[in-house]
């Protein structure tokens, strides 16, 4: 698969653009893997079931994972530099949740090939699970990437590893 950046001189104030993501199960045990976050909110029903959630829920950060995709691979895309996030985590992410991050360009620097993000993420229902802005230096010359697919990732259960599964 190939992606085109979007241009620092061809962005306007008022663009937009989204992308959908279902939070699964292996999403959030591949995440504590790599963030080395794991809350048993996250990971253990059990223990889930006695937090005012009621079940697992998602990291918030792997909520702001889904806007850095949305901006690495959409707007601007290939060649963005990621500089500055807010985020507000406004509601939990459960399993099974269909995330959709929607960026708007909200403004442009004067001197620098810098845009301004409004990153909303909402769940399937509408509801807002978290919002921000971010600060991205844009792309100043036109590319065409080919997408490299990340490795495959498999989950093995610690037990197994211990010799007690």
Known sequence: MQISNITFD???VGDSTTY???ITNQEVEAFAAISGDHNPLHLDPDYAATTPFGECIAHGMLTGALISAAIAMQLPG?????LNQSLQFK???FLGDTLTVTLTVIDKHGKRP?????CQV?????KAVAKGEAQVAAPTTQETVTVIPPPALQLIEAASLSGEG
């Not at 810098?114 to 409004?118: D, M, S």
């Not at 909402?122 to 509408?126: A, I, M, P, S």
């Open 10 to 12: 061809e962005i306007n």
């Open 20 to 22: 959908t993501r279902l």
């Open 78 to 82: 290939p060649g963005s530099v990621y």
């Open 91 to 93: 509601a939990p992410v």
């Open 114 to 118: 810098w845009v301004t993000l409004q």
């Open 122 to 126: 909402e769940n399937q229902d509408g």
